[in-house]
């Protein structure tokens, strides 16, 4: 374990601690949605810099990104009663094509940070406008994401601020906000949500966006934290911003979620970061950057310390094959896999971890690869053939294309056993019989795609 002075310094490779694949596959996986051949090569050639620097600055959109999948776009054609399917469909589709995956990681991360499910909400437009929100502030400042999701039309409707009035106060959101959304349990009074109630009284939606109504808005004095004021909802933020709680809050769920869901990191390891974090002003495209950038990042304590959510383990696959996928089918298969976007399971997220995997989401998972590894299947409208991807980068022998598909999906982090037991499966198909109009090409395709589906169940493939 390394010790809290030297965990967070910048990671510089040497003979001991190289950079190779396997870092530029644990990068790819925790900054987005894992890589393909061409990422993972470039990235041991450009050295880890420059690898680091292309990932937390992403690229440029393409233009065909941009008209497709822009919100504007999106709202015009998703009227506000579209079906769940439909909203879940277009995230994963933007998760698919985007060029900075960091930004849609992180998006996912806030996302589940301030767990609102159009169950409840019954807008799809609400729904776009807070993703668009958080997306806007995902690598930037938390003090302005958490200050205007209070005025957040799906928020609203979400936790019952849109019915908080003077006479009545709702305490929904004034509880999560400090709870949830920015102190954790511990840090604040009961007392402290009552007071709080009063300053989130008004708060309705006209015209699609949140407002604060003065007339049925509590506008007298308010004690809060042990601090006096005439506060409105924007205030508490600021409250709740200020906090000595707050930074250490934050930077813990991102240590989660970034690092290790299997490691429990101590006040020497958490303090550093938090105080960076306020000196910044919540900067989270700085705090990303230092965690991505650590000796901890790149040590065992956060290699394959955490377990691939369904949205990762699917988009991950599909960006690796370099391949399309119908997203409507795929969101409903994801949600069997527990994971519905723009639906999480309640305000506090989904669990996560080892919550993902019994033995009904083991074979979901399992049928999902090899629907993804089928030519041409008929529910996914798949493109994602393995057999076009090994043959565009030359494996031939049964050992090449093991080579191949390890190197890809799992940087040859597997043991000799499953290897070698993925050879003898290979071995074995050889004499089984084939229809008869099947040609040498058919046979052999027919192999790739079965051995590929093999390599997407294997245990080591389920963590990221």
């Not at 698919?96 to 960091?102: A, D, N």
């Not at 959304?181 to 009284?201: C, H, K, M, P, W």
């Not at 997220?349 to 998972?365: F, H, I, P, S, V």
Request: neutral net charge; hydrophobic residues 40%; proline residues 4%.
């Amino acid at each position: 374990m390394l010790d809290s002075k030297n965990a967070w310094q910048p990671y510089t490779p040497s003979a001991e601690n190289p950079w190779d694949r396997k870092k530029v596959g644990h990068l790819y996986r925790r900054s987005g949605f894992g890589a393909t051949e061409r990422e993972l090569d470039a990235g041991v050639k450009d050295g880890h810099a420059k690898a680091l620097d292309r990932v937390l600055a992403g690229e440029a959109e393409t233009e065909d990104f941009t008209r497709t999948s822009a919100f504007m776009a999106s709202e015009r054609s998703m009227p506000p009663g579209a079906p769940q399917g439909r909203l879940s469909a277009w995230w994963l589709d933007r998760m698919l094509k985007t060029r900075h995956p960091l930004r849609e990681k992180l998006t996912l991360f806030w996302h589940n940070h301030f767990a609102t499910s159009n169950a409840k909400v019954q807008n799809a437009r609400f729904m776009l406008a807070q993703y668009r929100l958080i997306q806007e502030h995902a690598l930037g400042s938390f003090r302005t994401l958490l200050t205007q999701m209070g005025a957040d039309p799906a928020m609203l409707v979400w936790l019952d601020t849109n019915t908080s009035t003077k006479a009545a106060p709702n305490e929904n959101y004034a509880r999560e906000v400090m709870e949830l959304f920015s102190l954790g349990v511990g840090n604040y009074t009961e007392t402290d949500i009552r007071q709080a109630a009063r300053a989130f009284t008004g708060y309705e939606i006209k015209e699609g966006k949140g407002t604060l109504n003065r007339r049925q808005h509590d506008a007298s004095e308010k004690d809060v934290f042990g601090k006096k004021g005439k506060f409105t909802g924007e205030d508490i933020a600021g409250l709740c911003l200020d906090h000595e709680a707050c930074p250490r809050f934050i930077v813990r769920k991102l240590y989660k979620f970034l690092v290790s869901d299997a490691d429990t990191p101590g006040a020497d390891l958490i303090d550093p970061l938090a105080e960076q974090y306020r000196k910044s002003g919540f900067d989270t495209g700085k705090l990303v950057s230092t965690i991505l950038r650590s000796n901890l990042f790149f040590s065992p304590v956060a290699y394959r310390a955490k377990i691939k959510s369904p949205v990762e383990f699917a988009i991950g696959s599909v960006r690796a094959l370099e391949g399309v996928v119908g997203t409507l089918p795929l969101a409903e298969v994801l949600d069997g896999l527990g994971q519905v976007l723009f639906a999480p399971p309640s305000v506090k997220g989904w669990d996560g971890g080892e919550a993902w995997l019994n033995a009904q989401t083991l074979l979901g998972r399992n049928n999902l690869a090899l629907a993804i590894t089928a030519t041409d299947s008929a529910r996914f409208g798949t493109r994602c053939d393995p057999a076009v991807l090994v043959a565009k980068h030359g494996a031939k022998t049964d050992a090449q294309l093991i080579d191949f598909l390890l190197g890809l999906f799992l940087q040859n982090d597997v043991s000799d056993e499953a290897r070698t037991k993925l050879l003898d499966y290979l071995k074995a198909t050889k004499d089984v019989k084939y229809p008869a109009y099947w040609s040498e090409d058919d046979i052999a395709n027919h192999r790739t795609r079965a051995v590929t589906h093999l390599v997407l169940t294997l245990p080591e493939y389920q963590l990221n």
